[in-house]
């Protein structure tokens, strides 16, 4: 079966550019072409499209702006995640810009497009007490809870994210005079941060 234009060009932005240029993290990866799986479940459901025959020439700026206000009332997506996954379909059309000057002019229609303006919510903080009641909670006699102490501290004085703290690894972890631990960020981006006196307690413990 032929490869059509849409495939070809949606292969090599994901391993060519998100893996190889960009050297993506797996969580990005997956985030980008869950929205492709969006846009693949739009055309075919709504638009009533053949995906196997799918040409990027299909892919015009009215059809993703459809797309969008599909996102938000039938899928029911806030505003910030229609945002979002316009954002991976405006660098899949940047790419097909560098790549492809016969699709300059549609790549420019699409890159065009806006996103919305979305209501700030400033999220609730505990407080000092909050926080002084969530660590007490653990048990350090107990082993998971030990770890569980230990996690949570690191993201209390680290802001390490969740994922950042699911990634660690026992090699992430250095005890020395200095005690740090190594985090991976968003696109591998590592960064070190200096444990506490009683956050080191707790993992050596652990």
């Known amino acids: 079966m032929k490869v059509t234009d849409f495939e070809r060009l949606l292969a090599n932005y994901y391993r060519s550019y998100l893996q190889g240029e960009r050297g993506c993290s797996k969580n990005t990866l997956q985030n980008y072409m869950y929205t492709f799986k969006l846009l693949r479940d739009f055309l075919v459901d709504v638009k009533d499209l053949n995906i196997k025959t799918l040409e990027i020439n299909d892919l015009t700026k009215q059809v993703i702006l459809e797309f969008l206000t599909w996102l938000e009332n039938e899928r029911k997506l806030k505003v910030s995640s229609r945002n979002n996954r316009l954002a991976g379909i405006k660098s899949f059309f940047s790419y097909v810009y560098e790549h492809e000057i016969k699709y300059m002019e549609l790549c420019k229609t699409v890159l065009s497009i806006r996103s919305k303006n979305a209501e700030e919510n400033i999220p609730n903080s505990l407080s000092t007490a909050g926080i002084k009641l969530l660590l007490a909670q653990p048990d350090p006699s107990l082993k998971i809870e030990l770890r569980d102490l230990a996690l949570l501290g690191l993201m209390y004085n680290s802001a390490a ?6 990634d660690l690894s026992v090699n992430d972890l250095t005890f020395r005079t200095c005690p740090w631990v190594r985090l991976r960020g968003k696109g ?13 307690k707790y993992f050596n413990a652990y």
């Open 161 to 166: 994210r969740v994922q950042e703290v699911i």
């Open 188 to 200: 591998g981006k590592l960064r070190d941060i200096a444990l506490s006196k009683d956050q080191s």
